[in-house]
């Protein structure tokens, strides 16, 4: 399903121009305006993920942020605020949900996550989705299970050839610079304590 | 999708913010705060606190200043060190022997700074070598490495060089089970075959000498890190586990099975009366122990064999293991020593035993079963609390003094402020980036000096100006007296610090050494006046006896040396003013210059191939007549009968 992965050449290509024009033009007179909200922001957008860097491998929060299947996802990793985890050394293995995977969850799901107030229950199940390792699909075969960045464990399976992660689907992999992409077919809710 | 008119909204905003939010940070920087202030040490004056940072893969320690992050110094101790030439003197050599034969480099880690009644007492600092396992005491008035001792059994030498609180033992744990003694046997039976040796070195009182005094055979895990007791729990020593699986390949999968591995509690004051009392089993061994004499400026190496082991089962009541979760990295006690805690680097969550319930459960008999018959405490019985930090990857916890913690986040790079007790968070703020360590000065010891925290980084990126793909790590200064922490400098590190040890400057400035007394010089090729100076010729060795004063050396013109010849180049500085050393290089030596200290002895070795007339000279710019400091020597063909003859002004 290479199909599911295509790079969104408008996203990256307004990027670009928004740095470029940012860059350049005058900023003077609008920076005083709302100088309280932009210090609160800058806190908020420095770190790893803000770095600009073309040269290297891209990390798993890029790769996400340029596929037009994993909007949904990347709005969640930004309400959640963990775009700088995503970009650690990591090493980091992310079973990222498409966005009809988002779509499947029950009506309404989707916005309630989002709301500021539920930062924390959106967190945890971001972090359910994330390993601390590297392993490519064949390799992940080796595991019973693998001990997820929210402190709970998911439970892999082997089906013939495909590998369910906490019974989603591996239905894509993308190397990254400090891991490794896999794309799956569901969400994965963690188990309740 | 009904979400995507706000998610393009969304990602617009954050995009904007991406590209220009480094702007607003510039107008909002230091300089409109008061962080400027709070780490700007004017000229001539000179900073509260000593930072030693391990150098890592530098195999060095270094000095820097706090707040001002200024580095002073870089002391060599496992690496050969052009500088200063050591490791390339004759003197220094023997300080890098190994049973595995000259070693010029290793893994410097963990340094710890001598304590008495559990306080900073700045005598000396210890720091361990990862690779090939050794521990370095370093001379905190000359700032130099006196005494390294090799560990044997041991490998990737990491829970180490910590310190009890009178500084009875270094200890030092090895992070790699090996087979003990070793022997020629297949990887794959390392399961309960394979032994990991937590070592007790002892240190003279006096003259902080060290000694294997008894070394602890474990099951075969990796001990990861470690921290003594310290009040109530003095006379324990706490060392986290990780690899409880015994697997020996693949180990970021393999060693990652079981949910909880152990922080092991060793009752090393148990141990010692037994080992006091004859116990013990010795063992043959072998290595090196060299020790630099301060007298003589000379290292020597003695190779020792035996050592004496111990089997923890022979030792009841020595010790017990303390379920803890997540394979934790950094254990650490608090000042009052009643919490242990365990940083699990995959979690979320810090582990914090009690030591009065440990002792409780101990007495209670509340067991878990067993690991290869030491007793597995009851989490639940020794658990005093866990720290829910929302945080990803604690690997490290140092103390204030005033009930709070502060504990680096790896994976979500943040320092964590937390309360003891409550376990409650009280702030948090970002480091830049991947924080591994950090450092309150006496942050080991029962008496912290709260004020800075130092958090160490692993990634730089962006921080400094790029210097292409290979670039110091970075580290940042919190002000930590008030509530919050406050970040008030970003400072680039040398090495790969892994850990630091910080100290009033108070403490050790006053007694930090100006010279070495010349009439105190025992080196056995020193001279002490330069109508002493003499080039004497043993075979096809030539021993020059010189001296240096500002501005020659004595003797400057030197002949009968021959093609073939070994010449020893004796250099005694006769200066006695604090900050005049002399340098001296040899044309086409293969080896580093030497830097010697005013009253020191120090011995250059020369294999002149080619006949001619060569010079040396001084290295270190001296006086305004430094340039005029050089001399030459004539070297004749191997079979020619020039005659020695030395002199200075002829």
């Known amino acids: ?193 | 999708m009904k979400i995507n008119n706000h998610l393009i909204v969304t990602m617009g905003a954050a995009l904007m913010l991406v590209s220009c939010g480094q702007q607003n940070q510039s107008s909002n920087g230091a300089l409109s705060s008061s962080a400027a202030e709070k780490v700007y040490v004017a000229p001539g004056e000179q900073d509260e606190f000593y930072a030693f940072l391990s150098g890592g893969y530098s195999g060095n320690l270094t000095v820097y200043g706090l707040p001002s992050g200024r580095m002073f110094k870089e002391i060599p101790v496992f690496s050969q060190f052009p500088t200063s030439g050591y490791g390339y003197s004759e003197e220094t050599k023997p300080m890098l022997n190994t049973s595995h034969g000259f070693v010029p480099w290793d893994d410097a880690h963990h340094p710890d700074i001598s304590q008495t009644n559990g306080e900073l007492d700045g005598r000396w600092i210890f720091i361990n070598g990862n690779n090939t396992p050794r521990i370095a005491r370093i001379n905190l008035s000359t700032f130099e490495t006196e005494e390294i001792i090799e560990v044997p059994n041991s490998a990737g030498n990491h829970s180490s060089s910590f310190i009890t609180e009178n500084t009875e033992y270094v200890v030092a744990g090895t992070r790699f089970s090996v087979p003990i003694p070793q022997r020629d046997m297949p990887i794959n039976e390392y399961k309960s075959n394979f032994k990991g040796s937590l070592s007790f070195i002892s240190v003279d009182p006096e003259h902080g000498h060290m000694d294997l005094k008894f070394q602890l055979l474990m099951p075969g895990f990796n001990y990861d890190l470690s921290h003594p007791g310290r009040g109530k729990s003095h006379g324990w020593f706490f060392f986290t586990t990780y690899n409880t699986e015994e697997a020996h390949t693949l180990q970021e999968v393999n060693a990652s099975q079981n949910d909880k591995d152990f922080i092991a509690a060793v009752n090393w004051k148990k141990i010692e009366e037994y080992v006091n009392n004859g116990g013990g089993t010795k063992m043959p061994a072998n290595y090196a122990h060299n020790l630099y004499d301060e007298g003589t400026h000379t290292a020597t190496t003695t190779m020792n064999k035996e050592v004496l082991t111990v089997d923890p089962l022979k030792v009841p009541g020595a010790v017990y293991f303390l379920p803890t979760p997540k394979s934790p990295h950094g254990c650490d006690v608090d000042p009052t020593g009643q919490y242990i805690i365990g940083n699990g680097k995959l979690s979320a969550d810090l582990t914090v035993h009690s030591f009065d319930k440990m002792i409780a459960a101990i007495e209670g008999e509340k067991f878990d079963g067993e690991a290869y018959g030491i007793p597995i405490l009851k989490f639940e019985d020794v658990l005093a609390g866990q720290v829910k930090s929302g945080g990803l990857g604690p690997l490290h916890t140092e103390f204030d003094g005033n009930g709070n913690a502060y504990t680096t986040f790896f994976i979500s790079s943040e320092v964590v402020k937390w309360k003891l007790g409550t376990w409650e968070v009280i702030d948090r703020k970002p480091t830049y980036y991947s924080v591994g360590h950090l450092m309150i000065p006496g942050g080991n010891s029962r008496k912290p000096f709260g004020k800075y925290v130092v958090a160490m980084n692993k990634i730089t990126k962006d921080r400094y100006l790029p210097t292409g793909p290979e670039m110091e790590h970075s580290a940042q200064i919190y002000d930590i007296s008030g509530d919050k922490m406050e970040l008030i400098y970003d400072f680039p590190t040398h090495g790969e610090p892994h850990y630091a040890a910080g100290i009033p400057a108070e403490i050790l400035a006053p007694k930090s050494q100006k010279i070495y007394r010349l009439d105190e010089n025992k080196h056995p090729y020193a001279v002490k006046t330069p109508t002493d100076a003499k080039v004497v010729r043993d075979g096809n060795e030539v021993h020059i006896y010189m001296s240096t004063i500002r501005s020659h050396f004595t003797p400057d013109n030197i002949e009968g040396v021959k093609v073939g010849d070994k010449v020893y180049f004796h250099i005694t500085n006769h200066e006695q003013d604090f900050d005049v050393p002399h340098g001296f290089a040899m044309i086409g030596q293969n080896t580093s210059e030497l830097l010697v200290m005013p009253g020191q002895t120090k011995t250059s070795v020369w294999e002149p191939k080619q006949v001619g007339v060569w010079p040396f000279y001084c290295t270190d710019f001296c006086s305004a007549l430094h340039q005029e400091m050089q001399g030459y020597v004539r070297v004749s063909p191997a079979n020619s009968n020039i005659a020695l003859k030395w002199s200075l002004g002829e």
């Open chain 1, 1 to 193: 399903m290479k199909s599911s992965i295509k790079l969104s050449m408008m996203g990256l290509f307004s990027l670009l121009t928004i740095i470029s024009s940012c860059k350049n033009g005058p900023q003077n007179e609008t920076k005083d305006l709302n100088q309280n909200e932009s210090t609160v922001a800058s806190e908020y957008t420095k770190g790893q993920a803000f770095i600009e860097d073309d040269e290297s491998t891209p990390n798993v929060l890029q790769i996400a942020l340029q596929s037009e299947d994993h909007t949904t996802l990347v709005a969640a990793v930004q309400a959640a605020q963990l775009e700088n985890v995503l970009v650690n050394a990591g090493p980091l293995m992310v079973f990222a949900p498409t966005n009809d995977a988002f779509s499947a969850l029950p009506e309404g799901t989707v916005e309630d996550l989002l709301k500021p107030e539920n930062k924390d229950a959106l967190a945890n199940i971001l972090k359910y989705h994330v390993t601390p390792g590297n392993y490519s699909k064949d390799f992940l075969k080796n595991f019973k299970k693998l001990g997820q960045a929210n402190d709970q464990n998911v439970l892999v399976e082997v089906k013939g050839d495909d590998v369910f992660v906490g019974g989603a689907k591996i239905i894509g992999s993308v190397k990254a610079g400090n891991g490794i992409v896999h794309v799956v077919d569901k969400v994965i809710l963690p188990p309740t304590q």
